[in-house]
């Protein structure tokens, strides 16, 4: 789990998170999982925000190193659920499958 500070959306109507991220898997199937949670207090309990796509990549057998802007994907989020909230958290929550 990487957990946000608290967040003050209580001004924001329509909020957004961009963020890159950079994957690739051993096998032709991803093995891990990634999720975007959210809380509207102080992250005492979370749901799950609008599903990140799944991860994707060319198969790699070997340590993955991303070494130029094409190996990042930017992902984008809509927190809506969160648009008002004054104790937002969000938490991006990576499930190991053992893959790369």
């Known amino acids: ?4 500070p608290v967040l003050d959306l209580s001004q924001t109507q329509s909020p957004f998170l961009y963020f890159d991220l950079s994957y690739r898997s051993q096998s032709p199937e991803p093995e891990e999982t990634l999720k975007l949670l ?7 309990t979370f749901f799950e925000l609008e599903p990140v ?17 094409a190996h990042w994907q930017v992902q ?15 938490a991006w929550v990576v499930t190991s499958g053992n893959g790369n």
């Open 1 to 4: 789990w990487l957990v946000s």
């Open 38 to 44: 959210g809380s509207t207090d102080c992250g005492n």
């Open 76 to 90: 984008t989020v809509n927190l809506q659920t969160l648009a008002g909230a004054d104790r937002a958290r969000i």
């Open 53 to 69: 796509p799944g991860l994707r990549g060319e198969p790699l057998t070997s340590a993955w190193v991303p070494t130029s802007d």
